[in-house]
T-cell receptor, first 114, second 114 residues
Framework: QQQVKQSPQSLIVQKGGISIINCAYE??????FPWYQQFPGKGPALLIA?????SEKKEGRFTISFNKSAKQFSLHIMDSQPGDSATYFC?????????????FGQGTTLQVKP | DGGITQSPKYLFRKEGQNVTLSCEQN?????MYWYRQDPGQGLRLIYY???????QKGDIAEGYSVSREKKESFPLTVTSAQKNPTAFYLC?????????????FGEGSRLTVL
């Protein structure tokens, strides 16, 4: 019930392509779904987040798609660039104030080839 | 610049020794967290503290200890009881009442037990 399952574990995309990372959750009480980006040797940083009252949120080349009935959400990176090469984590929690209760996915290592 | 400082960045220890990882923040955040990162397992919560002199166990607290004597500082001790201590350790913080759900991470400490 507390797990967030993320796939794929690794992803290789050509420059200019679309990168898609998927996450699935079980706990229907989750209502805050952030994505974090982590570069090698650095700590993660918040990339984009969504709440279940909307089905999509877009910030620049990054889009979260949310399917409440399927309990799935995904990150789309349009026009992927080599600088997007990083590890991406999805997460979920019940309420944004419960950051101490964030459940993270396993992570996806993205490599964008020039 | 405000941020979270973790030290040391790299640490090597012999099996059976206790080690303490430092985490200091000058963001005036109330809550602080320790996560452990292992390849393919995402981020797992070790301990968190929402106020000085108080802290709670996370999902994998066994073999670890913390203290929160000052608002700015949240050191983590990896004890000899931790069966597999080699990992990347991340410290994070969030504001109190102004919590938007974003975790602010340090750059991490990589512990290798020989």
């Amino acid at each position: 019930q507390q797990q967030v399952k993320q796939s794929p574990q690794s992803l290789i995309v050509q420059k200019g392509g679309i990168s898609i990372i998927n996450c699935a959750y079980e706990n229907t009480a989750f209502d805050y779904f952030p994505w974090y980006q982590q570069f090698p040797g650095k700590g993660p940083a918040l990339l984009i987040a969504i709440r279940p009252d909307v089905s999509e949120k877009k910030e620049g080349r990054f889009t979260i798609s949310f399917n409440k009935s399927a309990k799935q959400f995904s990150l789309h990176i349009m026009d992927s660039q080599p600088g997007d090469s990083a590890t991406y984590f999805c997460a979920a929690s019940r309420g944004s104030g419960n950051t101490g209760k964030l459940i993270f996915g396993q992570g996806t290592t993205l490599q964008v080839k020039p | 610049d405000g941020g979270i400082t973790q030290s040391p960045k790299y640490l090597f220890r012999k099996e059976g020794q206790n080690v303490t990882l430092s985490c200091e923040q000058n963001l005036n955040h109330d809550a602080m967290y320790w996560y452990r990162q292992d390849p393919g397992q995402g981020l797992r919560l070790i301990y968190y503290s929402q106020i000085v002199n108080d802290f709670q166990k996370g999902d994998i607290a066994e073999g670890y200890s913390v203290s929160r004597e000052k608002k700015e500082s949240f050191p983590l001790t990896v004890t000899s009881a931790q069966k597999n201590p080699t990992a990347f350790y991340l410290c994070a913080s969030t504001p109190g009442t102004a919590n938007t759900g974003e975790l602010f991470f340090g750059e991490g400490s990589r512990l290798t037990v020989l």
